[in-house]
């Protein structure tokens, strides 16, 4: 299969952020995109860019992309975030998935980090197994935190 890997450009955050909704109806959020193409446009390509993309282009279409930013370990130093890695349902098992992250770590190590870490929902079990099998460790002790911008609100306001 002949499938190309890039960074993504401007002209192609409309097909980022389908794919983006795509993993949000997979995911049982399908109402939780509430970013824009030109909101993602506006965090990627400006003099401060807020994340890197790569997509897969097979047959002139996006059909994946990969997607992070980089974070900061008291630990370690700098680290890369893979916030989402998705094939579009009809192309995945192709490997396309693999050279997408492929492309990430190597983003990554390319950047100096220390490590690359992500999330993944403990009943995606396809997932699970493609991460340990690509070398990854799942940690089952660590729990993920996270405020909406409700719960934001309603801290400062509590503590002001």
Same mark, same amino acid.
């Given at each position: 299969?002949?499938? %190309? ?9 409309? *097909?980022? /952020?389908? /794919? ?8 049982? %959020? ?11 446009? @506006? ?8 994340? !890197?993309?790569? !997509?897969? +282009?097979? &047959?002139? %279409? +996006? ?23 998705? !094939? ?22 390319? &950047?100096? !980090? ?11 079990? *396809?997932?699970?197994?493609?991460? %340990?099998?690509?070398? @990854?460790? +799942? ?6 935190? &996270? ?12 503590? &002001?």
């Amino acid at each position: 299969m002949n499938v %190309e890997i890039r960074l993504a450009k401007e002209i192609d955050m409309e *097909d980022v /952020l389908s /794919l983006i909704k795509e993993l949000a109806i997979f995911e049982k %959020e399908p109402n939780a995109v509430t970013l824009t193409a030109k909101d993602l446009i @506006a965090h990627a390509f400006s003099n401060s860019p807020l994340f !890197v993309c790569f !997509v897969a +282009i097979f &047959q002139n %279409e +996006i059909v994946g992309m990969s997607l992070g930013y980089p974070r900061y370990s008291t630990w370690k130093g700098p680290t890369m975030h893979l916030e989402d890695l998705i !094939v579009t349902k009809k192309m995945r098992n192709y490997g396309i998935g693999k050279a997408l992250f492929s492309s990430f770590i190597k983003y990554s190590h390319s &950047q100096g !980090v220390k490590r690359v870490e992500w999330a993944v929902l403990n009943w995606n079990t *396809d997932a699970i197994k493609f991460y %340990e099998a690509n070398g @990854a460790t +799942i940690y089952n002790d660590w729990q993920i935190a &996270q405020m909406n911008e409700k719960a934001m609100n309603n801290f400062i306001i509590k503590n &002001q």
